[in-house]
């Protein structure tokens, strides 16, 4: 995925550091990542993808949020992706609902066993409840930038790698890292 999602971890990093001089900074020592008591850190990540055209988190019709992140397995921490439009266009709008516009009535339906709370939640609130959910759980989260337009990506023509692009709007898009920077503030899972 070349250099450009690491970058905008980065600049999301730091601006969320920037703005919450309290959140658990992590920082370098020599080869290692350590904590603010200078303890060693070791990110041992996945991904978990909210940036597709669903826009929710892979999975949630099949099992429960919570047992979802419980299966975890020989990792502390989860880079969460994320579309900027979710945030700058579709932000009321409600999971189930562009589920439906997808046609993926399917998924709908799956989630109303396994995630009730999320079928009728807006895409943002979603967002929020998996963010709540690594941090009562005690994993790390890495909130991933993406994409501007969510959708599969990283192709040399999907319109959504950087300046020049038909879906990259600069201003939108800081706009967007600056609405999550401030969701996430003071949750210091967001590392
Ligand atoms: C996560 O995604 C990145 C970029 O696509 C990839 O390089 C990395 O191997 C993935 N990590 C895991 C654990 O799948
Ligand atoms: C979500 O809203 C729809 C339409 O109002 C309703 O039929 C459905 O039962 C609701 N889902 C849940 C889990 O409350």
Known sequence: MKGKPLC???????????????????????????DEAWKRVKMHCVNWSSHLNSMLGEGLDLISLKDLIETRLQF??????WATHMFKRYSSHKVGETLDSLKLHGI?????????????????????AVIDEFGRQGLMVLADNHVSDPKWCCGHNDGNGFFGDEHFNPEEWLQGLSMVANRVKGKSQVR
């Open 8 to 34: 905008l971890i980065l600049l999301l990093a730091l601006s969320l550091f920037a703005s919450h001089s309290n959140s658990l900074l992590l920082s370098t020592s020599k080869r290692w990542i350590v």
């Open 76 to 81: 502390n921490c989860v880079r969460y992706t």
């Open 108 to 128: 709908r339906l799956g989630l109303r066993p396994y995630n009730p709370s999320l079928e009728n939640a807006t895409l943002v609130e979603a967002f929020d």
